[in-house]
């Protein structure tokens, strides 16, 4: 069974493919992104304010491109980890800070009945019993 959610830009509902732009808005989105590429083609090294300026394309949308991983940081200046401040090529954080985050995401899930007999050494009555 299909979701059926709104879409993001628009409001209108569509079918869940994935994206949180219904199709409509995802062909102006593409659009745009192969606006913002071309201009970073002639333009390279340019900052965000110049490319919004020079396009007419906010500068939210550019953020928004850079922090899908449509476009690489190393044409786009004044980016960095949110955590750590590194200058970083694309995502949102650098690969040390997800890293941290996935290792601390990790320790937070709760354990199995096996895994806190592995890892604390903890028996039930009826294993102390039978040794």
Not at 17 to 26: A, H, R, W
Not at 96 to 118: D, F, G, L, R
């Amino acid at each position: 069974m299909d979701l059926i959610k709104n879409c993001s830009q628009c409001g209108r509902l569509f079918n869940d493919m994935g994206t949180n732009l219904c199709p409509d808005c995802s062909i102006d989105d593409d659009k745009l992104y192969m606006e913002v590429r071309k201009y970073l083609q002639d333009h390279t090294g340019a900052t965000i304010f110049e490319i919004s300026d020079a396009t007419g394309i906010r500068e939210h949308k550019i953020l928004q491109f850079i922090n899908d991983g449509r476009l690489e940081r190393r044409k786009i200046q004044c980016i960095e980890c949110k955590s750590c401040g590194k200058k970083i090529i694309r995502g949102t954080y650098c690969e040390s800070c997800q890293w941290q985050m996935n290792i601390s995401a990790e320790h937070k899930k709760p354990y199995s009945t096996n895994e806190k007999v592995e890892q604390f050494g903890f028996q039930s009555f009826k294993e102390r019993r039978k040794s």
